[in-house]
């Protein structure tokens, strides 16, 4: 199907935003970003079969916002507990309520994470959680994009790591590196939850597997300061150091996407920038959890690999990508009591995935494009927060909320047209009761 989004107030690409243009789609590609009025019918576009015209006025197109790290049906925990300290919160209530988990309230969780998602103009998502089969389905169901983490703790028993090892090794089995009737849109990824939880045998099994597949390694890194303390009482050396002693960034440094990278000494920022990992950047998670700042400034003049995200609800507590945007700009700012840190143009890079091509080869895009995949964000530039436009890159970054996204295309298809997503009602009824038994069974025991 061929789409035409015509006459564009704005369209946000990597060269800068382009004022009054028109888009075409052509199948899950734009072919083309013209100056409106143009023309893309027969004749003048070349394109003759336009199927679905849009309208833009009154709307800038941006590339769809990726959300780099979540655990995706932690939405059920919502509200569940806050403002805790990190051990009790995870002892006391999170772990507890994890361990009464089915297949379905994974499913739910997901599709209502989805939803949320689509709504502040996310159409690409990196998870890791439970039972990876129901997030696939969920994911492939909700029409987004997402890498789906197989994910692994072993916290040092050789017997629970050889069980973990058999479910991934079948799962990889039964469903190769893209799930079969997923499309291109899911596609699998390795998930070592991290140094801490992960035994070095487990690390590097998990990289032997990525690179000989050719995934992804998704891992927490640095998150807090107690953690690595925890890793050089362990293994003598801090966390990138190990994970470069036992020949993981060797193996598929450029292809790990870390989460946090907090506390990082200069060695393990050369480390990070030498092999190409992927940081991701989690500033409500780390505020709330009072884990630390993220160091933006030593990995940009590095020329780090770089990404956004909000993490699992239960640290945050929503998934808007406009939020993350706002709040990891402030908190440089705040952090280092510099204002110049961390600029609109740069966040919203981030946000779009222009700093790191660690998902190019899944399909996953960064700015918007000619010839890029057709996943982008319509937003509504007549909204009382967005006017007036005297820069809009500003307004994207420090006025925007999910509130003006209007209309949401992913690989051609659109899954938020005019405010509306499909099965909305359903989903959240359905999530809604998940969660209320699931907090029931966490707390019978
Ligand atoms: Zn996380």
């Not at 027969?42 to 009154?58: F, K, L, P």
């Not at 890791?128 to 089969?133: D, E, G, L, N, S």
């Not at 506390?263 to 884990?291: C, F, I, R, Y």
Request: proline share 4%; charged share 20%; aromatic share 6%.
């Amino acid at each position: 199907m061929n789409t035409l989004i015509e006459n564009l107030d704005y369209v946000v690409t990597d060269t800068g935003v382009l004022e009054n243009r028109s888009i075409v789609i052509e199948g899950a590609r734009i072919t083309s970003i013209r100056p409106a009025g143009s023309g893309a019918g027969a004749g003048s576009s070349g394109v003759s079969d336009v199927s679905r015209t849009i309208s833009g006025t009154g709307r800038a197109a941006l590339a769809g916002l990726k959300n780099a790290h979540t655990h995706a049906a932690m939405t059920l925990l919502r509200g569940y507990g806050d403002d805790m300290r990190l051990q009790p919160w995870l002892e006391n209530l999170i772990w507890p309520a994890e361990g009464k988990l089915t297949p379905e309230d994974v499913y739910w969780g997901t599709r209502l994470a989805a939803i949320e998602m689509i709504r502040s103009g996310t159409t690409f998502a990196h998870d890791m959680y439970f039972y990876p089969a129901e997030v696939v389905r969920a994911f492939r169901d909700s029409g987004m994009r997402a890498a789906v983490g197989l994910a692994l703790f072993d916290f040092g028993d050789p017997e629970n790591r050889r069980g973990q090892q058999k479910n991934v090794e079948s799962f990889l089995r039964e469903y190769g590196a893209a799930p079969p009737g997923a499309g291109d849109r899911v596609f699998l990824t390795m998930a070592p939850h991290s140094v801490y939880t992960c035994s070095p045998e487990l690390l590097v099994w998990a990289a032997e597997v990525a690179e000989a597949q050719g995934l992804v390694y998704h891992t927490h890194m640095n998150e807090t300061q107690q953690e690595v303390d925890q890793c050089l009482s362990a293994h003598g050396v801090r966390p990138f150091v190990h994970l470069d002693s036992i020949g993981v960034l060797e193996r598929v440094g450029s292809r790990t996407v870390a989460a946090h990278t907090i506390w990082l000494d200069e060695a393990e920022l050369d480390l990070v920038s030498g092999h190409g990992v992927t940081v991701v950047h989690n500033p409500a998670s780390n505020m709330k959890l009072s884990s630390g700042c993220f160091p933006w400034k030593e990995l940009h003049e590095r020329g780090a690999r770089m990404l956004l995200a909000p993490d699992g609800v239960a640290s945050n507590n929503s998934l808007d990508m406009f939020d993350e945007m706002k709040l990891a700009a402030l908190l440089q700012k705040h952090h280092y009591g510099d204002p110049t840190l961390l600029p609109a143009e740069e966040t919203l890079a981030v946000a779009t995935g222009a700093r790191s091509t660690v998902f190019g080869s899944h399909g996953v895009g960064g700015a918007l494009a000619e010839g890029g995949p057709a996943d982008l964000v319509l937003v509504d530039v007549t909204a009382p927060r967005m006017t007036p436009s005297h820069n809009l890159v500003s307004n994207l970054v420090y006025a925007a909320d999910s509130s003006v996204v209007d209309t949401v295309i992913c690989d051609g298809e659109l899954l938020m047209e005019h405010g509306s997503v499909a099965e909305e009602e359903t989903v959240v009824a359905e999530a809604s009761r998940c969660a209320a038994e699931l907090v029931r069974r966490a707390r019978s025991g």
